[in-house]
């Protein structure tokens, strides 16, 4: 399964229940543009960091 990643809330959500139904069996890859990588960069800092992008 796909999922953006946006702030958090709708790739967690999304994971629990899939975990939940099925199991470790489907793959969750969580997704974000690259124009707005906060999640990565935020994972490489160690804390949650903003960062310049699009707002579309």
């Known amino acids: 399964m ?3 990643a946006g702030v958090g809330g709708l790739a967690a ?3 629990g229940y ?3 139904r099925w199991g470790e069996k489907p793959r969750i890859v ?4 690259d124009g707005a990588p906060c999640l990565i ?3 490489r800092a160690g804390r ?9």
């Open 2 to 4: 796909f999922v953006q």
């Open 18 to 20: 899939v975990r939940d």
């Open 13 to 15: 959500a999304a994971a």
């Open 41 to 43: 960069e935020s994972a």
């Open 48 to 56: 949650p960091l903003r960062v310049p992008g699009s707002h579309t």
């Open 30 to 33: 969580v997704v974000e543009p």
